[in-house]
């Protein structure tokens, strides 16, 4: 039943399209062939010839760009088309004739369904912003010179020197840059008549843009410093995934819960509500907090996709009606029973050693209690060498930056040579009774070892202060398909793993961690909804973690592979 009145409601913004298209071919100056100049005269008196053509294709124009917004659910959209399209009828029955009954019947059928599904058109305006504002200008530029460039070719036989339809996009183009109507040089009254209509046309869309671009550019409340308090004390106490302490990056949006203690830290993707880890409430509160999310989605006709959720409240997405697939493993490390010995750990054991001999000591910086310009400094020149190195892009969303802004929880492990020159740093992140290592950054010639001795000298500073858990982060991909009943959406996860590795590098990454074996490897989930897995949801999960790089990351995979064979 939800399914079909969607579909009847997409059926009626299909049809305003339509309705859209025709409008604005009505607004051409069909009067110039003479042999259809008397079908024409039985609904438009030629006194009402200018503010036929304006009004036709500039209702024509609300309709095609409103149909976009209404197929969202936009409250305001809905609004406004129900105003134009009861104008319209209000219109053409008093200017009845039997030529416009489809159209009538078309429009009112469309009218009857907006008006019915009110309801579901709850979703408030998106934020204009100077990228949308120009994408808005943009089409009606192309819209309005198309138009006119046509209508002046349909006019050549009333217009001078307008021989093919290049002469009559130059002259178009010279009507609206000048705004002089003495560029056209008319032989007729229905000339005139038009072109004085395609003035009043590109006046309302001059004085439309100005008013969009002159608009405020952020309608988002603003985070307060509030705000940042309640997250981070929720993530503090709630924070069972190692991820939860993300939610304080800059890169996120908060939505706090109306009917329980809780928060989710998001952002939005062409229309997909992509949430960090976990949500942050108690364990008893994850239901009921889940259908206050589910419901608000649904009335903004989001989708909604949460990125590398735990075991802990898998069972709470899925009996909401998430599909839930594998989405990597995470490097875990039972703090108590660790340590380097062992065949596993060879690799790790040779490197700290090797860094032990070249005299690299490892030391913690704690901001919180005292700034240092020098070790800020070096930190900034280590990420700037690490960010040429890799493009110059990094990864967002599922990983944070440095944070020496507003340090806050975090802390700042780094290595440096005998000549006291750093080498490389590690930021870790609280969660509930460990530390996930977060950023791993070190300069390119820095000797074999610099990581591997921050990390286990973390690690080993976390467990002497009773800590239990450490944790290097997600393998993404890894290990997903490792059940019998894998669904489509993890095998393609595992292809992906097993053969685009151009620009992210999963195997890489998998085995740099894999190297400090590890005392458990943790599954990491995806959820999302509603289903199936479609391209959407994945355009959605690589944008919000690869932006300013994604063309290169892109053309990285589609770049031929050389052959490594000698």
Known sequence: MKNSKKLVQNLAVGLLVLLGVKNILVALPFKAAQRIDYFYKMFIYPNELVLHHALSF????????????????????????????????????????????????????????????????QRKSDPLTVKRALGFITVSLILLLTHATVGVYMMKGHLQNIHDLGDALLSSVKLF?????????????AAELYITSLMIINWVCILSFVILLFRPLIYQPAITKYDRVRVRRLALTYGQNPVSYLALESDKRFFFSRKVNGVCAYTLVNDVFIISGDLLCKTEDVKTFLQELLTYCNQNAYQIMLINITDQLRDFYAAAGFSIVKYGEEACFDLKNYTLAGGKTAKVRAAINHAIKAGIKVAEYQPQVERNEWIEKQIQQITEQWLRHKGGYEMHFTLGGTGLADPLDRRYFYACNAEGTMLGFVVFLPYLNGYLADVTRRRIDAPQGVLEKIIYDAFMQFKEEGLAWGSLGLSPLYNVADHDKANITEKLFNYIYENLNSSYSFKQLHHAKEKYAPTHWVPRYLAYYPSPFSAKFAYALVRCQIKEGFLQVLLGELRPKKDNNP
């Open 58 to 121: 500039l209702l024509g124009l609300l309709m095609l760009l409103l149909a976009r917004q209404l197929y969202k659910r936009v409250r305001l959209a809905w609004m406004a088309e129900v105003g134009a399209l009861t104008l319209t009828l209000i219109f053409q029955l008093w200017r009845y004739h039997l030529f416009v009954i489809p159209i009538i019947m078309i429009e009112l059928f469309v009218l009857i369904v907006l008006c019915v599904s009110q309801q579901d058109f």
């Open 177 to 189: 840059v000048l705004l002089d109507t003495n560029v056209l040089q008319t032989t007729s009254k």
